[in-house]
């Protein structure tokens, strides 16, 4: 696999994500069938909020999270799961709402984390996940995602296009 210099972001949103349940787009539909010798690997992706979930701020702060990750193939059990070769990035982020600190409201982010797995290549899409969630204080509320997907494009072999269908099919291999 090498890459061939050229670059390709993904940007978006994900409007009035639902809080407790999986929150799916497909960002990349890339079925190059003249030219398997191409494909795509994830150099880094990022989240945030684009509007945070209106709720009663005064009372104590609650804590809440979004959970993410990016897969290859369109999936039957929404679940973070390192073993399913069809997700190839996570993410987590923590935040906090509305606790009231010092006479001001305290909204941010406490903390975030992505990872990508480095041996993976796209060939035919790429969806994002997300799962806003956080106790009953959060129940039927709504969320804006934004995330922005960088993306390189690599020169990959006929063998290397192989394994990479079957692994972007659910397949668990180890190559």
Do not use: C
Request: charged share 20%; glycine share 8%; proline share 3%.
């Amino acid at each position: 696999m090498k890459p061939t210099g050229r670059t390709m972001t993904l940007r978006g949103q994900i409007e009035d994500a639902q809080f407790d349940t999986w929150n799916t787009k497909n960002i990349l539909d890339y079925a190059n069938v003249l030219d398997i010798s191409k494909a795509w690997r994830v150099q880094y992706y990022m989240a945030w909020l684009g509007s945070y979930p209106s709720r009663d701020n005064t009372g104590t702060g609650v804590e809440w999270a979004i959970h993410g990750f990016l897969s290859t193939d369109d999936l039957t059990v929404y679940e973070s799961n390192a073993d399913d070769n069809r997700q190839i990035g996570w993410s987590n982020q923590a935040y906090n709402s509305g606790g009231k600190t010092a006479g001001a409201y305290a909204d941010g982010l406490m903390n975030e984390s992505y990872i990508i797995d480095p041996d993976h290549i796209v060939q035919k899409r790429l969806d994002i996940n997300f799962l806003p969630f956080g106790g009953s204080d959060f129940e039927s509320l709504f969320v804006d995602i934004n995330f922005i997907v960088y993306l390189e494009e690599v020169q990959i072999t006929p063998n290397e296009s192989i394994i990479s269908t079957i692994k972007q099919s659910a397949q668990n291999i180890d190559a």
